[in-house]
């Protein structure tokens, strides 16, 4: 079946560790998206590319990186993982830039 | 500033028909989307709009009015599976989605 796949599913962490985050599309899809999502507030876009081999910053990207070395994959790295950063991350993708999003399943990590 | 402002929850009963609404200020506007997303579960897409009017799909219309900076998502004929938080989206200048942070609806027989 057609889709994003994040992994993993959960994860608890402890502060000052690296983790990447992965996520993989099977649609072909040209841009992609890395959201978190916290209680009451909107899902905040951290970083996005709209074309494999380019990425771009959101409205919160400190703290986190991305890779878009081909179309399929777009892995969201935290180079040294901190407790604010406890939030429910999800992995997006559309055909282009104004098209509707498809979402993983998200991914859940608590850093403690 | 960019602001997206929804209620926070509304209750509506069974086979009543409930309207959300969603007022934006943002820089720039392309368009504006929908979505649903269960407790737990990932936001799903419900609806798209960019020219002012009216949009109908099956149970579900959401309605745009671009100089008031305002849409609605109307549900009608409610069902317990609809009880959800309804995400409004706005898209910018940059093709960029800001997000509400949802209306969390419930349902009651």
């Known amino acids: 079946i057609a889709g994003i796949t994040q992994a993993p599913t959960s994860q608890i962490l402890a502060a000052g560790r690296r983790m990447t985050l992965r996520c993989t599309q099977d649609m072909r899809h040209n841009a992609m998206y890395w959201y978190r999502q916290d209680l009451g507030l909107g899902l905040r876009l951290i970083h996005y590319?709209?074309?494999?081999?380019?990425?771009g910053k959101g409205e919160v990207p400190d703290g986190y990186s991305v890779s878009r070395a081909n179309t399929d994959d777009f892995p969201l790295t935290l180079a040294s993982a901190v407790p604010s950063q406890t939030s429910v991350y999800f992995c997006?993708?559309?055909?282009?830039?104004?098209?509707?999003?498809?979402f993983g399943d998200g991914t859940r990590l608590s850093i403690l | 500033g960019q602001n997206i402002d929804q209620p926070t929850e509304m209750t509506a009963t069974e086979g009543a028909i409930v309207q959300i609404n969603c007022t934006y200020q943002t820089s720039g506007f392309n368009g504006l989307f929908w979505y649903q997303q269960h407790a737990g579960e990932a936001p799903t897409f419900l609806s798209y709009n960019v020219l002012d009017g009216l949009e109908e799909k099956g149970r579900f219309s959401s309605f745009l009015s671009r100089s008031k900076g305002y849409s609605y998502l109307l549900l009608k004929e409610l069902q317990m599976k609809d009880s959800a938080s309804y995400l409004c989206?706005?898209?910018?200048?940059?093709?960029?989605?800001?997000w509400g942070a949802g209306t969390k609806l419930i349902i009651k027989p």
């Open positions: 590319s709209n074309t494999a081999g380019t990425t």
């Open positions: 989206a706005v898209e910018d200048s940059n093709y960029q989605l800001i």
């Open positions: 997006a993708s559309s055909a282009t830039a104004n098209q509707p999003q498809h």
